[in-house]
């Protein structure tokens, strides 16, 4: 699983630098051709979906975002509704 690990971030670094405009030689390009079989390889062995897995943090990163913003709030709201005392 590690070498799988190893070879995805391989993987997307010379797709990163492609994007980037730098021209990749024949074997960086055949390695880049194996995204898919290597995803999908990791996510056998470790019974995961990657795909999903990055959109899925970020919904409960949202999620969690709205629950702290609805604490604020209602804080704010209790500490203005108590008495003040003098």
Do not use: C, H, W, Y
């Amino acid at each position: 699983v590690r070498f799988l690990q190893k070879l995805l971030r391989q993987i997307e670094s010379l797709k990163e630098r492609q994007e980037g405009g730098e021209v990749l030689d024949e074997a960086q390009m055949r390695k880049v051709g194996r995204l898919e079989e290597v995803v999908e390889e990791i996510e056998e062995l470790l019974d995961v979906n990657l795909d999903s897995s990055d959109e899925e943090e970020e919904e409960e990163a949202d999620d969690d975002k709205e629950k702290s913003d609805d604490e604020e709030e209602s804080e704010e709201e209790e500490k203005q509704s108590l008495p003040v005392k003098r």
